[in-house]
């Protein structure tokens, strides 16, 4: 089955600092990269995706990355809000498949600093 | 945007009574709906795959006899865990899955169950 990594584990910023959290996958197959940002006591949130026909994708603050080669990708956020701080989790899945199961990375907690 | 709505969001049982936990999505229709259980400070543990008007699948190591689960429509999926004790003690969070491309995964807020 699928086997996904995440770094680091807790990552501390200063407000304005950029951040970035790394995820490495097993399955080849895999082509669906979501992330996720879970506050305190909440369901996660989708905040950004991208599928494995497309090496990056932008939303305002908030980019991700894949390397499908290395089986590789990366959350970046720039410009760093206390708000931002939060547990991110990256995921991977076989999008096409019936069951779709979303593995989940082991998250990292980021502190933005005031 | 795509809802995904959880209720209760918290409740204490005591041992041995079950507990109904209800997924909604509120705006979109979801063939599938999965359930997470988390403990604090890790990652978000698949318990089961649910599918409307099928029976649910569940992860390896997951009682189904404990965890009853229902996906009677689009729409709605119940996580019933039945005789609960202490170390049933957990965050229940589902997401649905929309049922057309693409597929994304919304999750629910969570529910807070204690068992004392």
């Known amino acids: 089955g699928e086997n996904v990594e995440q770094h680091p584990s807790t990552l501390s910023v200063q407000e304005g600092d950029s951040a970035v959290i790394k995820c490495t996958y097993s399955?080849?197959?895999?082509?669906?990269f979501p992330w996720y940002k879970q506050e305190l006591g909440k369901g996660p949130q989708l905040i950004i995706d991208i599928r494995s026909n497309v090496g990056e994708k932008k939303d305002q603050r908030i980019a991700v990355t894949l390397n499908k080669t290395a089986k590789h990708f990366s959350l970046h956020i720039t410009e760093t809000q206390p708000e931002d701080s939060a547990v991110y989790f990256c995921a991977a899945s076989r999008e096409q498949t019936g069951a779709n199961n979303l593995f989940f990375g082991t998250g990292t907690r980021l502190t933005v600093i005031p | 945007g795509a809802v995904v709505s959880q209720h209760p969001s918290w409740v204490i049982c005591k041992s041995g009574t079950s507990v109904k936990i209800e997924c909604r999505s509120l705006?979109?229709?979801?063939?599938?709906m999965f359930w997470y259980r988390q403990f604090p400070k890790q990652s978000l543990m698949l318990m089961a795959t649910?599918?409307?008007?099928?029976?649910?699948?569940?992860e390896q190591g997951v009682e189904k006899d404990k965890f009853l689960i229902n996906h009677a429509s689009l729409t709605l999926s119940t996580l019933t865990v039945t005789s609960a004790h202490p170390e049933d003690s957990s965050f229940y969070i589902c997401s649905a899955r929309k049922r057309v491309f693409p597929y994304e995964q919304y999750f629910g807020p969570g529910t807070r169950l204690t068992v004392t």
């Open positions: 649910s599918n409307e008007g099928s029976k649910a699948t569940y």
């Open positions: 399955d080849s197959a895999s082509n669906y």
């Open positions: 705006d979109f229709q979801a063939t599938t």
